[in-house]
């Protein structure tokens, strides 16, 4: 049993979660996931390790499907029942030179721990954070504090600039020489961003987010094609090539289970509205 | 007692095979010759003494013949159920050459099972060493070795990586071969011997090499849970299975119950197989279960089938239909599956393991119509932590190198069971990891530490 020691509300649908996991904790590095599970009848859901203090790990997330919306209930001082990690390799951090990190939507959870790392690396660090819109953009003071720059947009242009992640990156690449650069968000986002880098020959990771199953190594779900050979993310990865990166086929793989996942979300909230009475959210 | 029918068990997960009762067992305990040179101990990989525990059976003594099992066994009532006994200590039995051998798995399974019943009672343990041993991985070959250690007074840690103990034990072989219920008991046994059992925790990452060495000696039991891919074109598909994953989904997070559980699974209603050892009939067999028609496709003949022969007849019982001399070339599909393209093959030489070396015939596809593929071709060791470990001697499959007492080339280190030789048995695993606990034992106390 792993302690929920703090939630809080980010954004829209989007939250955060401190959790007391001293095994996880202890050797996690920027880059890295867990795996979580919040019950006996539970899913494990892979969730990016955001940050790190003292045994304390903190996750953040969009409810979106089932696991997602029971986590985005649980209150301080709930308990979770699993939770393993640190899990995959961690980002390759050297002193580069200047690093751009982009987040987009929820995928900027991912981000301050990878800043923060390239920071202390010695790099100059360049944020650019995106959401659809500015209710949606979340950690912006968190970065703006860890980043030598930060920049940020939304495709509707209720903050920042006007735009995508990508289009503030362009301009960016046209200004200055940027080193390596991490893109972390929706798979079509990084898709697209990862276009952006590629004339510019800057070294670029993403970090995949394929279905997983047990984030070990050892059923093959998470299997990715980089560079044409079949990868597993959670071992592997989760961080590949982006200029490699068949997505593509990622976004494919994600949607396998989308009948299974409509009807284990709707009949949660049809169950937890007739019987849950007092929960804030149901 | 008679198996349950397959109309009927296809459509649940309880156990096929019911065991034996007291009268039966006693009667079947006499049937055995007590032969002086008894040819069934020889082949036992870990020599349990067969005819003293079948006479204790035959002489009603049901608690004297757990002792005698467990002398050379810890998890009988497991092995009872899933050794490969036709070609072990049954297929030895002086009785086999004319009529039926002795159904030693059977006794095994009811001397074990009877003991549980009573309630177990924990062995006694040496004083505390003061020495600490750290298990990787909590399959057959990290149970046995961490019971063996901790009742020798040493201190064990055992990781392991999934949400709960078992390894293959739990996540792979199915509940109708293997009730879970078992399993959790024969845990709960060693964990009554001391062993601290941490889940969770994924050796190389949330334990690293140094805080791994700092044990006075490791022993790696990390299994071979490494699914390999055909590397045929179609196996991106949203319907194409590792063996492993399909069970892993069914056996481990209860996908077979969704949405009562929420781990989804694909069921498919054509769903071919590849393989032909227990996992591929595993993963068959689960696939009816789920309401499939399910085809098996193996490259070699049906004789040449590694899996267990009981569990092939039960698999054809329960409607399994096997495609043999048969290999799959492509699977069809555009982001689904919708068939799988094989090719015949025929078999013409032998390899160095005198096994039949299939290859194709040219022309002789054919196509199946299937919505889900799923592949059984075999596991590996996982690499993730043994490519971490400096200096570490590896075998032609990626396993761990080690002498016969489990002895790896790094210091302190000792390894057994899959990781060390391939995928194979559970009670390989097992035999595997009691030498090697005897082996850190002695090295425990010869290096002064104990
Ligand atoms: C390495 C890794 C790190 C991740 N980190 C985060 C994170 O920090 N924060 C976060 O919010 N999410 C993260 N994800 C995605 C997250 O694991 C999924 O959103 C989650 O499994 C959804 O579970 P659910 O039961 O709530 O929804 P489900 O019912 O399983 O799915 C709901 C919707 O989400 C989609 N979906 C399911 N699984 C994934 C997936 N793996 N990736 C993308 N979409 C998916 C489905 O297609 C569906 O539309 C990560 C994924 C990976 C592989
Ligand atoms: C579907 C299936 C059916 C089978 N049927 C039979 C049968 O009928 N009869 C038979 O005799 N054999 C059978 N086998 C083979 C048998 O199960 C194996 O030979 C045996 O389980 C090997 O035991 P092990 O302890 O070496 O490894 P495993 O049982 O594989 O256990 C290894 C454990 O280590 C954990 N682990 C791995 N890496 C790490 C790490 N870095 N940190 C922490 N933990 C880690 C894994 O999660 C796993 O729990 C079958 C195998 C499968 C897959
Ligand atoms: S999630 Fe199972 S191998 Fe990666």
Redesign the pocket.
């Known amino acids: 049993m792993y302690l929920i020691e703090e939630t809080k509300q980010l954004a829209d649908r989007v939250f955060q979660i401190w959790i007391r996991a001293p095994h996880v904790a202890r050797h996690a590095k920027a880059g890295q996931f867990l795996m979580i599970r919040v019950a006996e009848t539970g899913e494990r859901i892979p969730l990016t390790i955001s940050a790190v203090d003292g045994d304390s790990v903190r996750v953040i997330f969009m409810a979106i499907g089932k696991t997602t919306t029971w986590l985005s209930r649980l209150a301080t001082g709930d308990t979770v029942l699993d939770v393993a990690g640190p899990l995959g390799r961690p980002s390759e951090i050297k002193p580069y030179g200047t690093c751009a990190v982009i987040g987009g939507g929820v995928g900027i959870a991912s981000i301050p721990i990878i800043a923060a790392a390239a920071k202390r690396a010695g790099n100059y660090v360049i944020g650019i954070i995106g959401a659809r819109n500015s209710a949606l953009l979340i950690l912006e003071e968190e970065l703006a504090g860890t980043c030598d720059e930060l920049h940020v947009a939304t495709d509707d242009g209720s903050g920042g600039t006007h735009g995508f992640v990508s289009d503030v990156l362009k301009t960016a690449l046209q200004k200055q020489k940027i080193d390596c650069a991490w893109v972390v968000g929706p798979a079509m986002m990084m898709k697209v961003t990862s276009m952006v880098t590629k004339p510019f020959g800057v070294k670029t990771f993403v970090s995949l987010n394929p279905i997983m199953v047990?984030g070990?190594?050892?059923c093959g779900s998470c299997r990715v094609l980089v560079g044409g050979t079949t990868r597993f993310a959670c071992v592997d990865g989760p961080e590949f090539d982006a200029h490699q990166v068949d997505f593509d086929l990622l976004i494919q793989r994600q949607r396998s289970y989308l009948n299974e996942e409509k009807s284990a979300i709707e009949e949660y909230l049809v169950h937890t509205c007739q019987c849950s009475g007092g929960s804030p959210h149901a | 007692m008679l198996e349950r029918p397959p109309r009927e068990r296809i459509h649940d997960f309880e156990e096929v095979d019911p065991g034996l009762s007291q009268e039966e067992a006693v009667a079947e305990a006499m049937r055995c010759l007590q032969c002086k040179k008894p040819s069934c101990v020889a082949g036992c990989p870990v020599s349990v003494a067969i005819p003293s525990f079948v006479s204790a059976v035959a002489s009603w003594d049901f608690a004297g013949a757990a002792a005698i099992i467990k002398e050379e066994n810890m998890l009988p009532a497991i092995?009872g159920?899933?050794?490969?006994q036709e070609s072990q200590c049954e297929g030895a039995c002086i009785l086999g050459v004319k009529d039926l051998p002795v159904k030693v798995g059977a006794l095994e399974r009811f001397v074990a099972d009877w003991e549980r019943a009573q309630g177990f009672v924990p062995p006694a343990r040496s004083q505390s060493t003061g020495c600490r041993v750290a298990v990787?991985?909590?399959?057959?070959?990290?149970?046995?070795g961490a019971a063996e250690l901790a009742r020798r007074g040493h201190t064990v840690i055992l990781?392991?990586?999934?949400h709960a103990?078992?390894?293959?034990?739990?996540?792979?072989?199915?509940s109708f071969?293997?009730p879970k219920d078992i399993v959790q008991a024969e845990v709960a046994q060693i964990e009554a011997l001391g062993v601290e059992i941490r889940t969770n925790?994924?050796?190389?990452?949330?334990?690293t090499l140094e805080d791994l060495f700092a044990f006075d000696a490791v022993l790696l039991?990390?299994?071979?849970?490494l699914p390999y891919f055909i590397g045929i074109p179609g196996e991106q598909l949203a319907g194409v299975y590792s063996?492993?994953e399909f069970?892993t989904r069914v056996n481990l997070m209860r996908a077979d119950r969704f949405p009562a559980y929420d781990t989804p699974i694909r069921r498919g209603s054509r769903v071919v197989v590849a393989g032909g050892?227990?996992?591929a009939?595993?993963?068959a067999r689960v696939a009816v279960r789920l309401g499939a028609s399910v085809t098996l496709v193996y490259r070699r003949n049906e004789e040449d089938l590694p899996?267990?022969r009981a569990?092939v007849v039960r698999a054809k019982e329960e409607g399994v239909n096997f495609e043999f001399c048969a290999a799959p070339v492509r699977i069809l599909g555009e982001s689904e599956v919708t068939g799988v393209t094989c090719v015949r093959m025929v078999v013409c030489a032998q390899d160095g393991n005198m096994r039949p070396v299939p290859s194709p015939v040219e022309g002789s596809s054919f196509t199946l119509d299937a919505d889900l593929f799923i592949g059984?071709i075999g596991?590996g060791p996982?690499p993730?932590?043994i490519r971490e470990i400096p200096g570490i001697a590896r075998g032609e499959v990626g396993n761990v190198e080690v002498d016969p007492d489990g002895r790896t080339s790094v210091s302190r280190l000792f390894a057994?069971?899959?990781?060390?030789?391939g995928?194979?048995?559970?009670?390989?695993?097992?035999g595997?990891?009691k030498k090697a606990a005897l082996a850190i034992d002695q090295m425990l106390i010869r290096s002064g530490s104990v």
Do not use: K
């Open positions: 047990d070990t190594g050892m | 092995c159920r899933v050794c490969p990787v991985g909590s399959g057959p070959a990290g149970l046995c990781y392991e990586s999934l103990p078992g390894g293959v034990l739990l996540y792979g072989i199915p071969r293997l925790h994924l050796v190389g990452r949330s334990v039991a990390t299994g071979a849970g063996a492993n069970l050892g227990n996992v009939m595993d993963a899996a267990r569990e059984a596991q996982n993730l932590l057994a069971g899959d990781v060390a030789t995928a194979a048995t559970v009670i390989l695993a097992m595997g990891a």
